[in-house]
């Protein structure tokens, strides 16, 4: 349920948020955040969503932010990024962030759960049954175990993006085909569990709050296969081959470490165009890049990396929409 008209506002001792047709309503977390910005002017209720998930009740208010011009801890400091499913990130600074695999810790919970509700007496329109109150409870237990799963991941997601935005001035990601890496049927429950996009996402948004730039590698670009030190690209690399070995220059190396160095190798090539220039995707589809992302261009094949990554000027923006949540 969305509201973009009536009495929508925080209530001074912000406890309270008052909302169209639901009235005075008791949030859960304290809403000073928003009450703060909303008292120094700073900040625009615009619109307020109700929804429910997880047996829980949650409003969220969209807003119109001023926000203060921010520049990154480290403005000359450039990062790749790769992401797997061993390791969740790997930097190219060498720091590799684990995947914690909350969907995979709680398999068997949730498998009980399931199966629980299977044994309950359910609903049924062919002959008009009511479902029974074991099975609205068991139901409701099962969706709040998978509420606390997609809780967990959001959480890790946010404090892994908001430190690398605040830090870095330059970030480079690669475009992922998702959507083909699901019909993986071994890998598809790990990947998903990733959450591969919803990282990117949120490094689109969060860079352009914290004064950095987001540049996002070709999906075609060998960053795997690509020797870090030398530039030679190998023809054929297993997916279980998690050492890359050249055979040129005999640098041995990780493969996700060698693919993120290749990636903040990528900043200093990148074409600062906005112009909206096409691109083609995995269908072969035109479509234009983001707006707030860099596409870049592949490194040629046997050239070999400068020791430096060099500097790349960050390019600060605002964005004027904030999601503030209270339950």
Avoid at 93 to 107: D, F, I
Avoid at 303 to 318: E, I
Wanted: proline content about 5%.
């Amino acid at each position: 349920m969305r509201f973009t008209t009536g009495s929508i506002r925080v209530e001074p001792d912000r406890k309270y948020v008052v909302l169209p047709r639901l009235g005075r309503l008791k949030v859960h977390e304290s809403a000073r955040k928003l009450a703060r910005r909303l008292e120094a002017g700073t900040a625009r209720i615009l619109a307020a969503t109700v929804r429910r998930e997880g047996g829980r009740w949650y409003v969220s208010f969209t807003c119109e932010v001023v926000r203060a011009a921010r520049t990154p801890t480290r403005p000359d400091s450039v990062v790749g990024v790769d992401l797997g499913v061993t390791h969740l990130a790997v930097l190219s600074t060498g720091e590799q962030v684990p995947n914690p695999r909350h969907l995979v810790e709680a398999t068997g919970r949730l498998r009980r759960l399931a199966r629980r509700v299977s044994r309950r007496v359910g609903p049924d329109r062919r002959v008009r049954r009511d479902p029974s109150n074991r099975w609205q409870r068991a139901t409701r237990q099962l969706a709040r175990a998978h509420a606390r799963v997609a809780n967990l991941r959001r959480d890790g997601l946010h404090h892994l993006t908001t430190r690398l935005a605040r830090e870095h001035a330059t970030i480079v990601v690669e475009d992922l085909n998702v959507a083909g890496m699901l019909r993986n049927r071994r890998l598809a429950r790990h990947i998903a569990d990733a959450g591969f996009a919803e990282l990117r996402r949120h490094l689109h948004y969060k860079t352009e709050w914290n004064g950095g730039r987001l540049i996002m590698a070709d999906r075609w670009f060998p960053s795997s296969k690509t020797c870090s030190g030398c530039g030679t690209v190998t023809t054929k690399l297993a997916l279980a081959e998690r050492t890359y070995t050249c055979t040129t220059c005999g640098l041995t190396l990780d493969r996700d470490l060698n693919a993120a160095i290749n990636l903040a190798a990528l900043a200093r090539e990148v074409i600062d165009d906005r112009s909206g220039r096409e691109s083609l995707n995995g269908r072969r589809a035109d479509r234009k890049p983001p707006p707030a992302g860099l596409v870049a261009v592949k490194r040629p094949p046997g050239t070999a990396m400068a020791g430096n990554t060099g500097t790349v000027p960050p390019q600060g923006g605002t964005t004027p929409r904030l999601l503030v949540k209270a339950h």
